[in-house]
Structures are given as C-alpha cells and as structure tokens.
C-alpha cells in the first residue's frame, strides 16, 4: 500500500494490528496536543467584580513576553489559582494521530510521594504528532517539494508516513521536533489498534537518535541502507 518512493516500501511489514489497543511504546494514538507557535498568549488577571466572590474575574489577553524582569502581581483567585514565578498563558492545540515514544516509566512508590504535591509525580506519556502531509492551502499541509525531500529523510525532525486510519489524507508527516508530555486522561490519549512492527521500530529508532544526537546515521544500520537506496532511485528528482 506504500509508494515505492518512501522507506516503507523497503520493509516487509509497517504497521500491525494488536489487540488489545494497551499505551505501549511506538503504538499509534489520538491525543490532544499543542499547535507549537512563535507567540502564545498571555492571560493577565485585572480584577473581580466583587472582592470576595472568586466565582469569576476580568482580564485581558495579549502576546505573550518571555521577560523575566517584567512584573507579575499575582491576584488571588480560587478558581485560577497563579503562584509566584507563574504566567498563565494560552495555547490552541486538537485531537490528532501521534506516535507514543516513551511511557512513563518506573512506578513511583507511595511512600516516596506521600506529602507532597501530586501534580509533581503525574504519570505522562512522550509522544511525537503526527501533521497531514496534503496541502490544504492556508489552513495546513505541506509544500510538494517539502514532502517529497521528507520522504528522503533529508530533514532530521521529520518523517513521513501513511497511517492505517483514515484514507482521507493518506499522507503524514512526523514531528520529532515537536515531541511533547501528554497526561493521558486530562489530554484524551486514546490508543489504536496499530503499532509499529519490529523492522519499522528499528527504523524510527535510529531516525529519532539522529535527530536527538544531531548526528549521521549509523553506518551499519538498516535506516541508512533504505534511505541510500531510496535517494539513489534513478526515478527520483
């Protein structure tokens, strides 16, 4: 089902179903993720209506400013609670297809947590979103020419793919450089029933240590053979 112009269609198998859909390392998951943007707002609490009902607040929203220096006052309410050092900021994101890059990991006992704030010990998966490779124009997408070196792997931050879950937009490309923490009951993290197969977990390995390392392939790796092979197709701009 693959192209013959992508690394996929140098393996024997790439995606596989297994049941049941467990959160388990290189599965195939829904989860609610962040658009990464140059400027994220910043929310600014200017006052409430009433001294003491915390059930709501005015404020303003403008660009966010990485600046230290600049004053926060904290105003107290109970609803949205801001503590010293903290900015409360805004970001759009959606549901989308990702790839589960690590679990998380050793069980931290009870014992060892007891007394302090729970939110310092969420349990949170790593995952890395999947972004429709077809141009949509305005709204997304990606350039031809951008796609066609993605399937080259001539950018180590991305990869392309085909996922086995819809056949609307069958291309996809994988953001490495967009890996982010999801807290899987808050953040939706529903798994599929596929997951990568064994050669294709040995590949996106070795892509993600490249991009990690900022490093070239390993020489004797099966990653590097494909991508050569597929860079040195005669039928390939």
Known sequence: MFPDDCIQYLTDSWWEEKRPPRRERWRLVRAYTRHVTSAPY???????????DHSGADFTIGAFRADPRRPVTPLPVAGIPVYPGERLTLNKGKVRPALIIATPGTIIEQKVRAGFPKGHYVPTFLVAPFYTAKSTGSQGGFSREFVRRVKCCEYTQCFWDMLPLTDEHPGSILRFDQLQAVEPDICSLQSTEWILSEEAQVILHEMLLRHLSQNELDPSGFAIQAVEEIRNRPDIP
Do not use: I, M, N
């Not at 910043?42 to 003491?52: F, I, M, N, P, Q």
């Open 42 to 52: 910043e929310v600014t609490l200017e006052g409430r209506k009433e001294a003491r």
